[in-house]
C-alpha cells in the first residue's frame, strides 16, 4: 500500500509539471527587468545571445519564377551592473548584432 500512494505522489507530481511547464515564459533578463539592485559593492554579468533563421520566397514577375531570400544573423549582449549604495546600480550594456 505504501509502494502504491509512493507511486501515485511521483506520477501525480510528474504530470502536474508537464501540464503547468507549458504556462511558464521566461525572456532575457535584458528583455525584463526587476526592481531589486546588486547592493552596495557587489557586482552582476549578464550574457545573451540570440540567434535567428528566416526564408521568404517571392515571385519574380520578370522572370517568371520564384526566389528564395535567406537572412541569418544574431546578437550578443552583455550587461555589468555594480552596485553603488544599497538602492543604486550603474549598469554598462554592451550589445552587438550581425547579418
Do not use: C
Not at 26 to 43: E, N, V, Y
Amino acid at each position: 500500500m505504501k509502494k502504491e500512494k509512493d507511486m501515485f505522489k511521483r506520477v501525480l507530481t510528474i504530470v502536474i509539471v508537464l501540464l503547468w511547464s507549458g504556462w511558464a515564459f521566461a525572456a532575457h533578463p535584458l528583455i525584463t527587468d526587476d526592481t531589486g539592485t546588486q547592493g552596495k559593492g557587489k557586482f552582476q554579468l549578464e550574457v545573451n545571445s540570440e540567434f535567428t533563421k528566416e526564408k521568404e520566397q517571392q515571385y519574380n514577375s520578370d522572370e517568371d519564377k520564384w526566389e528564395t531570400k535567406k537572412e541569418t544573423g544574431g546578437e550578443l549582449a552583455t550587461v555589468l551592473s555594480y552596485g553603488i549604495t544599497d538602492n543604486v546600480d550603474i549598469v554598462l550594456g554592451l550589445p552587438y548584432q550581425w547579418k
